[in-house]
T-cell receptor, first 115, second 118 residues
Framework: DTGVSQDPRHKITKRGQNVTFRCDPI?????LYWYRQTLGQGPEFLTYFQNEAQLEKSRLLSDRFSAERPKGSFSTLEIQRTEQGDSAMYLC?????????????FGPGTRLTVT | AQKVTQAQTEISVVEKEDVTLDCVYE???????LFWYKQPPSGELVFLIRRNSFDEQNEISGRYSWNFQKSTSSFNFTITASQVVDSAVYFC???????????????FGQGTILTVHP
């Protein structure tokens, strides 16, 4: 299996701009997760998809954030009108159907810097 | 609500020393999983171990060992004869086993930065 991939690896943007990140899970993994990790902290759950359905969203996911997984394969996370507080590492993970979520494989992350 | 606490923010040791990373968790769930992940400077989270709350047996894998004590809600991680390559941030995490839409939502601790000096 190729691992979870994320693109871009690094993104620098100016405050107020929109950004979009992509996550490609491991093939045939039906569950996909997004986490955010700020400096010096552990990852925090943002949202979760089972196939194309978004089943849970954290209260951390303000209305400026939107995530999609249109065909149940790759996922995108968009942040509109970025703020400096959005600067963080955004991690994606996927999980195979048989494990029900307890076996999550993480991608390398997208590091966002908002200037 | 789930909570994981890693009280040690940073640990510094000299190569070949043994080091223990502490993890204490809180959950109302009766069944759950506990994890340890390693995050090297590259940023990718590397899975180290998963323990089921039903299984309190300690586990050893090479230089790594884990001590799970349900009575004290702790899941500590020991590296024996540390090496420079062990330098990384280590995270403890908790996952409830209950079904429903929250399944798969990992709760992480704040992490412990381990630096092993040559």
């Amino acid at each position: 299996d190729t691992g979870v991939s994320q693109d871009p690896r690094h993104k620098i943007t100016k405050r107020g701009q929109n950004v979009t990140f992509r996550c490609d899970p491991i093939s045939e993994h039906n569950r996909l997760y997004w986490y955010r990790q700020t400096l010096g902290q552990g990852p925090e759950f943002l949202t979760y998809f089972q196939n194309e359905a978004q089943l849970e969203k954290s209260r951390l996911l303000s209305d400026r954030f939107s995530a999609e997984r249109p065909k149940g394969s790759f996922s995108t996370l968009e942040i509109q009108r970025t703020e400096q507080g959005d600067s963080a590492m955004y991690l994606c993970a996927s999980s195979p159907r048989r494990t029900g979520g307890y076996e999550q494989y993480f991608g390398p992350g997208t590091r966002l810097t908002v200037t | 609500a789930q909570k994981v606490t890693q009280a040690q923010t940073e640990i510094s040791v000299v190569e070949k020393e043994d080091v223990t990373l502490d993890c204490v968790y809180e959950t109302r769930d009766t069944t759950y999983y506990l994890f340890w992940y390693k995050q090297p400077p590259s940023g990718e989270l590397v899975f180290l171990i998963r323990r089921n709350s039903f299984d309190e047996q300690n586990e050893i894998s090479g230089r790594y060992s884990w001590n799970f004590q349900k009575s004290t809600s702790s899941f500590n991680f020991t590296i024996t004869a540390s090496q420079v390559v062990d330098s990384a941030v280590y995270f403890c995490a908790l996952l409830p086993r209950a079904g429903g839409t929250s399944y798969g939502k990992l709760t992480f601790g704040q992490g412990t930065i381990l630096t092993v000096h040559p």
